[in-house]
């Protein structure tokens, strides 16, 4: 038996959660039953298998005596804790108890190789044996009707997203505002945020003309951005980014969008050099950014080569029956 333990996050991180939660499910109902139950809730009894999605909650049920644990580590927690609070003290407390977590679980799932990599070079263990690495996403095919030359004969960009620093809103639209000024075309931002009136201050300081700002929920986000032709995701290069999988690259190619990525991104950095479908803009070098997104806008793109690339995609780094296999592979080693 497994018990899924999903803690109640807000909505700009419902859809994932789910997406990842519902693949462990239907890896783990094809080795037996599934109990779901709520966070700090008992499970059947202590042998079960649980399965949880945060440091905190696997420690508490092994404070409660389960044994058998699986983790799936969203991102590195200790350094996304220093990178918000700065505090040095924090850092390696949660770096303990990440360890403690990490080498007592008996299988950890990750979105990364660099992931993977942090860990065992960070806590001098190998986790070759008990580790799945899937990337996040919440999107699992393409959208049908996002597809058309007309789409990318225009040169509109796309930012979709919080704006926490780690995000590089500002860079971002710093970035955009140079693309503005430089092209030769008409070009136009849009932007999809909870923070509407902080996206719009920061478009107005630096000069774009032509931006719309809005904010749509999940289900409608498609609706919105499928005639879109780039989307940003720009990053600074450090631990956090580097072992990330941002969802928003799932959201882009579902709906046929050309990504503009920092390749500080590493895992979608390493599948786009195959795919060749992406513009890379580093912030450490914003001048051969620019250089490739405006070399970039005055290519004739045809939306067959767009889609055939989208939906390779999703037959690989996004194929969920992929990984929904390679977790039943690895649990039913487990629990033999």
Same mark, same amino acid.
């Given at each position: ?197 902080? %996206? ?10 032509? /931006? ?17 032709? /780039? ?20 959201? /882009? ?7 503009? /990525? ?50 390779? %995609? ?7 029956? %992929? ?14």
């Amino acid at each position: 038996m497994f018990s899924f333990i999903v803690e109640n996050k807000g909505k700009s991180d419902a859809s994932v959660t789910g997406t990842y939660m519902k693949i462990l499910k239907d890896a783990c109902s094809s080795l037996g039953d599934v109990e779901f139950i709520k966070k700090g809730e008992k499970a059947s009894n202590k042998n079960q298998y649980i399965i949880t999605d945060t440091i905190q909650s696997a420690l508490s049920y092994f404070a409660k005596g389960y044994k058998n644990h699986i983790v799936w580590m969203q991102g590195v927690v200790p350094e996304e804790s220093y990178m918000r609070n700065h505090s040095k003290l924090r850092f390696i407390i949660l770096s303990a108890l990440e360890k403690y977590v990490i080498k007592k679980a008996k299988l950890v799932l990750l979105v990364s190789e660099t992931m993977q990599k942090h860990y065992e070079e960070k806590y001098k263990t190998d986790l070759s044996k008990k580790c799945v690495i899937m990337p996040c996403f919440n999107e699992i095919e393409i959208t049908e009707d996002a597809f058309n030359n007309e789409k990318y004969a225009d040169n509109t960009f796309v930012y979709v997203g919080s704006l926490h620093a780690w995000q590089c809103f500002e860079q971002t639209v710093e970035i955009y505002s140079k693309i503005e000024k430089l092209s030769d075309c008409k070009t136009k931002l849009y932007v999809y945020t909870f923070q509407k009136e902080q %996206a719009e201050n920061t478009i107005k300081k630096y000069g774009i003309q032509n /931006y719309i700002v809005d904010y749509v929920n999940k289900d409608e986000l498609s609706e919105h951005i499928k005639q879109i032709k /780039y989307g940003f995701v720009l990053r600074e290069d450090c631990t956090v980014n580097n072992v990330a999988t941002p969802t928003k690259f799932s959201n /882009y190619l579902a709906n046929g969008i050309i990504p503009v /990525y920092s390749s500080t991104v590493k895992s979608f950095a390493s599948f786009d050099e195959q795919n060749k479908l992406g513009i890379v803009c580093n912030l450490d070098d914003v001048n051969l950014g620019l250089k490739n997104i405006l070399s970039h806008m005055e290519k004739n793109i045809l939306a067959e080569d767009i889609r055939l690339k989208c939906e390779n %995609a999703f037959a690989s780094y996004y194929n969920t029956n %992929a990984y929904i296999s390679k977790i039943s592979e690895k649990l039913n080693e487990l629990i033999k």
